[in-house]
């Protein structure tokens, strides 16, 4: 009962940070999570190193490595392949009604567009079939899924094709909205008949990016999960830097809601404007 009343909990609290737009309430939470768990790796990193216990070139590999899954979080998040757009008329179209200007001239291909999300799912995909294997090695005596499992090479493995394969999921079927809104303000791709063909060639580029996107993430949690455990047998303790990811990824997304939010009084006065 009282996990059900949590949950309920966490559920309110995460709908009510997402509706005021400052970022993906479970992804705040999680991540307000995980800094507090950095208090104390920090606080252990910081006493190994004042005592001796860890030398100033381990420290510097691994701040070090942190900077640069920092800087790979972030190439995450911005990362796109651009498709240039053209008018049909010389003004945009908008329910109809001619615009003086153009909003965009591109259309983004974003290479992880579903964020951290692809790391997230993976993680809970793992954990419960670690927990799977557990049960049923302590209900039947069977211990080879377990076994397996706990091997390091197929614990990496998992989370690098895992990974990848949650990044190319795309349930909104983007290709096909994408064309629809490019019908409806009149544009298209130049060189490129509107509708099927469009689709197709969307498809294609929606495949490329997120296959590229994909695999950069899925390599990153997998070095990072790698440099983790050596932290672990070197000193005991971990940063987490795939749990890092997941506070950066959040950060990013929430920065570009709240940017959203001051604009939209800008775009409905311009609008109003040019209708």
């Not at 629809?180 to 469009?198: D, L, N, Q, S």
């Not at 070197?234 to 959040?250: K, P």
Request: net charge positive.
């Amino acid at each position: 009962l009282k996990l059900a009343a949590g949950a309920v909990m966490v559920k309110w609290i995460s709908d009510r940070v997402t509706n005021h737009g400052i970022g993906e309430g479970s992804g705040v939470i999680l991540s307000l999570f995980i800094l507090n768990q950095y208090i104390g790796s920090m606080k252990t990193i910081v006493s190994s190193f004042v005592a001796g216990e860890i030398a100033v070139a381990q420290l510097s590999l691994f701040f070090g490595f942190f900077m640069v899954m920092i800087m790979g979080a972030i190439c995450l998040q911005y990362g796109c392949l651009k498709v240039r757009l053209t008018s049909y008329n010389k003004d945009l179209l908008l329910n109809g009604k001619q615009l003086k200007e153009e909003f965009s001239t591109f259309m983004p291909f974003p290479i992880n567009p579903g964020g951290m999300g692809p790391l997230i799912v993976t993680s809970f995909l793992i954990q419960f079939l670690k927990a799977g294997a557990n049960a049923l090695a302590e209900s039947t005596n069977f211990y080879a899924p377990a076994m397996l499992l706990s091997n390091h090479l197929v614990y990496y493995s998992l989370h690098f094709v895992l990974c990848l394969m949650m990044n190319l999921i795309d349930l909104n079927g983007t290709p096909e909205k994408a064309q629809a809104f490019m019908t409806r303000i009149g544009t298209r791709v130049e060189g490129v008949k509107p509708g099927e063909a469009t689709i197709r060639l969307f498809r294609y580029f929606q495949y490329i990016t997120r296959t590229w996107g994909g695999f950069f993430l899925a390599s990153m949690v997998t070095v990072g999960l790698v440099v983790d455990d050596y932290m672990l047998k070197q000193i005991g303790v971990t940063i987490g830097y795939t749990s890092m990811m997941i506070v950066v990824g959040t950060v990013l997304q929430a920065k570009r809601q709240i940017e959203s939010l001051k604009q939209m009084p800008k775009l409905k006065e311009k609008i109003e404007e040019d209708i």
